[in-house]
């Protein structure tokens, strides 16, 4: 388990007034979806709300065949055992998709042969389902997959994954206090129906028949909003924190991601006027620990990769060692393949520089240079007698790189770009992990995780990068709360007062952390208080959590 330091306040920040800045303070935050803000601000009655316990007996049942959003089948993601067994599990799931796509074009599209047995008559999806499934097991997929799940040497079963599940307020207890009081302040449960009755006229807005919902530009809807959160659950608007923000959100322009805005930051700058992504959470608690002007420049837009969209522009043209290496290996096994074959190999070649800026920083890089061309246009303090800082950037995205083993060494790269770019050789980096559905064992691991940490220890980079450990913070309950839902019988009063907390407590889908606003502000806290360790010359706790996990 991992016991570090990540999210939690450094004895420096607990014992110190803020840190005195006499320039403003110019902060960039980027990434996709994630970064865009995708939570919808009711969600945070959650915050309010004891933590969900799924019923242990309901999640823990074993369906028959091979499930995603059954908890004994999702073992295979939070498998702890020998690596040849976590490989053995790959390849099941490989051999599982393989076996599905042959079987399913054998039905559709191919005379039936003999050899296949009886053709089976499958009328609809589900039947389709269920025939493949019968497949799977009849080939031994399942049956090893279960033998493998449920064998003594896999540390980490159904038991012990909802343990952690149960305590994951209990382990995040500081962090959840600090952020109750930071962004409710003693807001309660019930406080919260009138504001969900706002919210809702809100997103009404422009449909017949609808009495009361707010009239005016995204602007304005996104400022009454803002105040409706401060003046009825306490979400507060920041003072001296502003934002600029260029990319995918709600606004007056035509083209929805280039979109462009400005203003006091508060709820409402994700991708809609009700909804938060890290933004929030970062600038507001960044307030508290600096004493200074901040400037908030966000450029965000979903489903983009930084091996494509937010290439580096020193990567133009130029493979790193780990691209280099799976190209080279995939030449080699099609090459080999079209031996078999007889025929010509296809090489993939190596990539030619285009002159051009990848598609995200062809959007970003312009927009940020304007800010820092002018940036008494986007903040009421700024002095220019004074100047500016370039405190940092916060990255939130890679969701679209999971399959990416070169991950690190592209953002390493991208780091160094960027601080050349903009002038700023020292620059703070702080990147939010890849969070999704970790577990304790699984959270800084992977290619995207488990690239930040490379990235943060690489000798060019180490002492001014930091990682923020989200997974911590990722609403693993909320994952099993929706399991049991779709495991209920349809209609049933358990499935509907299941379903009312669900649509308080979440918003979105897993990949986007659930919609949920809880996470988005642990996250953000957690993440401005990386920062602001490094902008006071502290070191990056990332390297402590390290140390202190098993």
């Known amino acids: 388990m991992i016991h570090g330091a990540i999210g939690q306040e ?51 049942k074993k369906s028959d065949s091979f499930e995603w959003n059954n908890f004994f089948w999702q073992g295979v993601r939070y498998y702890k055992g020998p690596a040849e067994l976590k490989k053995e599990l790959e390849d099941l799931l490989d051999a599982r998709s393989k076996s599905r796509s042959l079987w399913r074009n054998r039905v559709k599209n191919q005379e039936w042969q003999a050899e296949w047995g009886t053709k089976p008559e499958v009328k609809g999806r589900q039947a389709m389902y269920a025939f493949l499934d019968k497949k799977a097991e009849e080939e031994g997929i399942y049956p090893r997959m279960a033998e493998i799940l449920n064998g003594p040497e896999n540390q980490y079963p159904m038991e012990k994954a909802y343990e952690q599940i149960v305590s994951r307020d209990q382990y995040n207890a500081e962090q959840l206090e600090r952020v109750r009081g930071i962004y409710l302040n003693g807001t309660k449960s019930e406080d919260f129906a009138p504001f969900f009755a706002q919210l809702d006229l809100v997103k009404k807005r422009g449909k017949k028949g609808v009495v009361g919902a707010p009239v005016g530009t995204p602007e304005e809807i996104r400022a009454h909003v803002a105040k409706l959160g401060q003046e009825m659950v306490n979400l507060p608007i920041a003072k001296r924190t502003y934002i600029f923000s260029h990319g995918a959100f709600e606004s007056s322009m035509d083209n929805p991601i280039e979109a462009t805005a400005h203003g006091p930051l508060s709820i409402g700058w994700g991708g809609g006027v009700t909804t938060i992504g890290p933004e929030y959470g970062v600038g507001i608690t960044l307030e508290r620990l600096v004493d200074a002007p901040i400037l908030l420049v966000k450029c965000a837009w979903g489903n983009t990769a930084i091996r494509e969209a937010w290439r580096p522009g020193s990567l133009d043209g130029v493979e790193t060692p780990a691209e280099k290496a799976q190209r080279e290996a995939a030449n080699a096994l099609d090459a080999a393949r079209a031996k078999e074959e007889g025929r010509e190999p296809n090489p993939r070649p190596a990539p030619e520089k285009t002159g051009k800026l990848s598609w995200a920083w062809n959007m970003a890089l312009p927009a940020v240079k304007d800010v820092l061309k002018d940036p008494g246009k986007y903040h009421p303090e700024y002095d220019p007698a004074k100047g500016y800082d370039i405190a940092g950037m916060v990255w939130f995205q890679g969701y679209s790189d999971m399959n990416n083993e070169a991950y690190g060494e592209q953002l390493e790269e991208m780091i160094k770009w960027f601080r050349k770019e903009v002038d700023a050789p020292e620059m703070p980096f702080v990147a939010g992990s890849l969070g999704v559905g970790s577990y304790y064992h699984t959270a800084l691991k992977g290619n995207v995780s488990g690239g930040m940490v490379k990235a943060a220890q690489s000798p060019d980079l180490k002492g001014s990068v930091d990682v923020v450990n989200t997974g911590r913070f990722y609403p693993l309950e909320l994952d099993a709360a929706d399991n049991i839902f779709l495991s209920m019988e349809k209609g049933t009063p358990e499935q509907q007062e299941l379903n009312t907390f669900l649509r308080k407590a979440t918003s979105n889908k897993a990949f986007h952390y659930r919609g949920s606003a809880k996470f988005f502000l642990l996250a953000g806290d957690a993440m401005a208080r990386s920062l602001a360790n490094l902008m006071a010359g502290g070191k990056p706790q990332i390297l402590e959590e390290l140390d202190t996990a098993e």
């Open 10 to 60: 450094s004895t420096a920040q607990a014992n110190q007034p803020p840190l005195k800045k006499d320039k403003l303070q110019i902060v960039f935050v980027m990434g996709q979806s994630n970064m865009v803000g995708l939570a919808d601000i009711g969600t945070s009655w959650y915050l309010t709300e004891p933590q969900y316990v799924p019923p242990k007996d309901l999640l823990m």
